[in-house]
């Protein structure tokens, strides 16, 4: 999806790149109302779940939400996930150190704020800090508020 951010020129995400443990999941359960906004960017947007699959389940849990599941042990990994896709196209959502390559290789990086908290390279690493997983995915679900974060 294609959004022109004022004096910012356009951004184009057809990738979102989801972290599991401390973003979509804390503590090993997921954040309620994640999975409804996960089933509603499934039609606009490709998602792909990324994790070490620490806790396990993440194959199962990308199973139940309709999304991809890709095992990454380690920030190199994830990046190269996003460099395989095109990071010009890919948004990517985490909080951890393990996510600092990621938010810095991709197009658009999120941290989220919860429970595990968020390393403080991968904050500063991103372009966007909200403070959980629903206000983040909500961001894709109303580009107006891309639009009013990104402007210049």
């Known amino acids: 999806m294609e959004i022109p951010i004022p004096n910012n020129g356009n951004l184009k995400i057809d990738n979102i790149l989801l972290d599991l443990n ?21 039609d606009l947007y490709k998602l792909i779940l990324l994790s070490g699959n620490t806790r396990g389940g993440a194959d199962q849990l990308a199973n139940d ?18 460099e395989d896709l095109n990071p010009i196209t890919c948004a990517a959502i985490g909080n951890g150190l393990i996510d600092l390559e990621l ?45 009013a974060t990104l402007r210049r």
């Open 22 to 42: 401390g973003t979509l999941a804390v503590g090993g359960s997921l954040i309620e109302g994640a999975k409804e906004r996960v089933g509603k960017l499934r």
């Open 65 to 82: 939400l309709g999304i991809l599941f890709i095992e990454t042990k380690t920030g190199a990994e994830k990046q190269r996930v996003a």
């Open 103 to 147: 938010i810095e290789a991709v197009h658009l990086g999120i941290v989220t704020i919860q429970g595990e908290g968020v390393h403080t390279k991968t904050l500063l690493a991103a372009d966007i800090v909200v403070p959980s997983i629903n206000d983040a995915l909500d961001l894709f679900l109303d580009r107006n508020r891309l639009i």
